[in-house]
């Protein structure tokens, strides 16, 4: 069991930036695949940016650029860095964990946390 609990989201101005952080307990997620999804209201979750256990990374084509994953193996966490804000960014952001293992997966999202782009 992995549980993650995201933080740093919040209201910022267009062209602002923020910090998103998932702390994860229960099980070291440098054997994880570590993903950052988003949901606006009305719309399906999508996938932001994805950090895998050897060191690659992917984004959206929407944030290449602007945003940034990274993971800190020793502090459990891993980040999300967005820059260059737009209102569409606007959404609830969510981390996943996951692991394919012999006959299943390993799934595990956090609570979210609400980012709001807005003047």
């Known amino acids: 069991q992995v549980q993650l609990v995201e933080s740093g989201g919040g209201l910022v101005q267009p062209g602002g930036s923020l910090r998103l952080s998932c702390a994860a307990s229960?099980?070291?997620?440098?054997?994880?695949?570590m993903d950052w999804y988003r949901q606006a209201p009305g719309n399906q979750r999508e996938l932001v940016a994805s950090?895998?256990?050897?060191?690659?990374?992917n984004y959206a084509d929407s944030v290449k650029g602007r945003f940034t994953i990274s993971r800190d193996n020793a502090k459990n966490t891993v980040y999300l860095q967005m820059n260059s804000l737009k209102p569409e960014d606007t959404a609830v952001y969510y981390c996943?964990?996951?692991?394919?293992?012999?006959?299943?997966?390993?799934?595990?999202w956090g609570q979210g946390t609400q980012v709001t782009v807005s003047s």
């Open positions: 996943n964990a996951h692991k394919a293992v012999t006959g299943g997966l390993f799934d595990y």
């Open positions: 950090s895998t256990s050897g060191g690659s990374t």
């Open positions: 229960g099980s070291r997620i440098s054997i994880y695949t």
